[in-house]
């Protein structure tokens, strides 16, 4: 099977732009959650879908938003963009059989975003 | 709230020595624990897991970790390290969502680099 897949890999904006960033998952996993990875804050939690719908929600401000389709492909978008939001966004899919808990989240290689 | 502490920033080891990277946890609940390792410009890689049952958990590349519920401990161990293990490890613990059937928020520490050398 196919890994998880991010597209693009590589971005560089200026601020006050905004970007969109996608997300293929596994075949067959429904679940989708999105990470932000930054050498100060580290890995923190973005939001996270399944079925087509936002089930849980980090603590980033409202100019962080996403979506899922049909197929469980994702998308998030980041509006006015600020320098701080520099990082690498990381996906990462989940196939939720039996309870969600014990999944095992499997990452995308991620997007590397410099916002300059 | 879930935590994860990962104590050591750097972990420096010969290659052929064993090794521990060490976590520890906090959870109102039942522990769910992960490992990831993380290469250069690379994403995360899925390394173990422990959710319930034995306390040795054995997993990817020759990695198993030793969950302690009286320690509150998963650490990491491998008995003969490679340089190739050189790399960025995190722990992780799965946030204790009440709605079963979806994937809830992982936890992570702050990552602990491992360098092994010849």
């Known amino acids: 099977k196919a890994g998880v897949t991010q597209t693009p890999r590589y971005l560089i904006k200026t601020r006050g732009q905004q970007v969109t960033l996608s997300c293929s998952p596994i075949s067959g996993h429904r679940s989708v959650s999105w990470y932000q990875q930054t050498p100060g804050q580290g890995l923190q939690f973005l939001f996270e879908?399944?079925?087509?719908?936002?089930?849980n929600k980090g603590n980033f401000p409202g100019r962080f938003s996403g979506r899922q389709f049909s197929n469980s492909r994702s998308e998030m978008n980041v509006s006015t963009l600020e320098l701080g939001d520099s990082a690498l966004y990381l996906c990462?899919?989940?196939?939720?059989?039996?309870?969600?808990?014990?999944?095992?989240?499997?990452f995308g290689p991620g997007t590397r975003l410099t916002v300059l | 709230a879930q935590s994860v502490a990962q104590p050591e920033d750097q972990v420096n080891v010969a290659e052929g020595n064993p090794l521990t990277v060490k976590c520890t946890y906090s959870v109102s609940g039942n522990p769910y624990l992960f490992w990831y390792v993380q290469y250069p410009n690379r994403g995360l890689q899925f390394l173990l897991k422990?959710?319930?049952?034995?306390?040795l958990v054995k997993g990817s590349y020759g990695f198993e970790a030793e969950f302690n519920k009286s320690q509150t401990s998963f650490h990491l161990k491998k008995p003969s390290a490679l340089v190739s293990d050189s790399a960025l490890y995190f722990c992780a613990v799965r946030d204790q969502s009440p709605e079963a059937g979806t994937a809830s928020k992982l936890t992570f520490g702050t990552g602990t680099r491992l360098q092994v050398t010849l």
């Open positions: 879908y399944f079925s087509e719908t936002q089930r």
């Open positions: 990462a899919s989940s196939p939720t059989r039996g309870g969600g808990r014990t999944d095992t989240q499997y």
């Open positions: 422990y959710i319930t049952g034995d306390n």
